[in-house]
């Protein structure tokens, strides 16, 4: 195989990787911190990517931009959502509260994929970059994907700085941890999982605006994201947050190799049978929690 073509493939795998990385970040913080499974989660992606869209082609704002505005965004829709979806739920047990929170959330699946199938009349191929591919020793590559790949490294390493040296990265890895121990070192439970919750939404749509930039996007890919995104999420562990993005870019790199090597179409299948093999395997993680963090 021309190591030109292995090139573009491993590079095409971080991409998609750390798109799936951010999906299952969101997915950790709700199956970690809320007790919660948001069936809603991969229809959030889509929205981000309509809304990315939409603010590009009908307002003019540059595609790269939205990758600032649209977390902005869900995240301010996070916080308005909290008090009407999760804080009422909160207050119940973990175990009354998980089915109506699944009910909850795959009504609101359901709402999101229709209100996106009403806008989204065809698949959207993604946005023009307007650049003109590079070609260097037979490698050709996009100036596009070369940019989106140095602002999702530059995010994963902003993320690792807030996770492990903010005091609200702290307080997202202590309630998963030692949710006594955070209680008794003053961590309000409420606020941080607000936090979470926004945090969780605004990862969802940023995924959504790379998605959008260098993937077809149709209404009803929402519910198969979310259930991708939580064979990530139980591979590791729930609220595992580090483990779930490194988890999202394995799959990535597989999905690209598979695809590259049996087609596009079975791509896919070579990540779903080996996390499906990995859950079964190991039901409580691929580790045990207490080395997570």
Not at 145 to 155: A, E, S
Not at 192 to 204: I, N, V
Request: charged residues 5%; glycine residues 12%.
């Amino acid at each position: 195989m021309d190591s030109t073509f292995i090139i573009q493939v491993v590079l095409g795998g971080f991409l998609l990787g750390g798109i799936y990385g951010l999906l299952s970040l969101g997915m950790s913080l709700n199956l970690g911190l809320l007790n919660s499974m948001n069936l809603a989660h991969g229809s959030f992606l889509i929205l981000g990517a309509l809304t990315g869209y939409h603010l590009t082609t009908e307002m003019g704002v540059p595609p790269l931009l939205n990758l600032i505005v649209v977390p902005l965004l869900f995240g301010g829709l996070g916080w308005l959502l909290f008090p009407i979806v999760i804080a009422p739920l909160s207050q119940q047990g973990s175990s009354s509260a998980f089915v109506p929170f699944l009910l909850i959330t795959l009504g609101l699946a359901f709402i999101l994929e229709e209100v996106s199938a009403s806008i989204l009349i065809h698949p959207l191929i993604g946005l023009h970059s307007g650049y003109n591919p590079w070609h260097w020793k037979g490698l050709i590559l996009s100036p596009l994907t070369v940019i989106l790949l140095l602002v999702l490294m530059g995010l994963m390493l902003l993320l690792a700085f807030i996770l492990y040296e903010t005091d609200l990265g702290r307080s997202l890895r202590a309630i998963p941890q030692d949710l006594e121990g955070a209680m008794l070192v003053g961590l309000s439970l409420s606020a941080t999982k607000a936090k979470a919750w926004c945090l969780s939404l605004a990862a969802a749509g940023l995924a959504g605006v790379f998605w959008v930039l260098l993937y077809p996007v149709t209404p009803f890919m929402g519910l198969k994201l979310t259930v991708m995104a939580v064979l990530m999420v139980m591979v590791v562990g729930p609220g595992d947050i580090s483990k779930a993005i490194g988890a999202g870019v394995i799959w990535g790199i597989l999905e690209s190799g598979g695809g590259a090597v049996f087609g596009t179409q079975w791509g896919i299948l070579i990540p779903l049978a080996v996390f499906l093999t990995l859950v079964s395997m190991f039901p409580e993680g691929f580790r045990f929690r207490r080395n997570s963090f």
